[in-house]
């Protein structure tokens, strides 16, 4: 079992920035790729970023150069920096442990409750 913790999420003007953390626990040994994942309105979940515990890193193209993704091993907490942030962010943003690597990533069992993200104009 793996417990995954999200917070950091809020209310922020266009061109803010927020960071988001995620604390995992339980069975965290058998965690190789951490994502990050969004889900608006109406919308399916889509896959935001996407880390190894090697530290190798994905961010889909809406988010590169705006978002980035990193973990602190020592923690076993994944992060997710968000800067020029835009109305269209607005989203509940999970994490999850998953599998495979970064390019091939697979969303496994295990998410958490999620943080909501609401950016205005």
């Known amino acids: 079992q793996v417990q995954l913790v999200e917070s950091g999420g809020g209310l922020v003007q266009a061109g803010g920035s927020l960071r988001l953390s995620c604390a995992a626990s339980?069975?965290?040994?058998?965690?190789?790729?951490m994502g990050w994942y969004r889900q608006a309105p109406g919308k399916q979940r889509e896959l935001v970023a996407a880390?190894?515990?090697?530290?190798?890193?994905m961010h889909v193209d809406s988010v590169k150069g705006r978002f980035t993704i990193s973990r602190d091993n020592a923690k076993n907490t994944v992060y997710l920096q968000m800067n020029s942030l835009k109305p269209e962010d607005t989203a509940v943003y999970y994490c999850?442990?998953?599998?495979?690597?970064?390019?091939?990533?697979?969303?496994?069992?295990?998410w958490g409750q999620g943080t909501q993200v609401t950016v205005s104009a």
């Open positions: 339980g069975s965290i040994f058998s965690i190789n790729v």
């Open positions: 999850n442990a998953g599998y495979g690597g970064v390019a091939s990533y697979k969303s496994g069992p295990y």
């Open positions: 880390i190894t515990s090697g530290g190798s890193t």
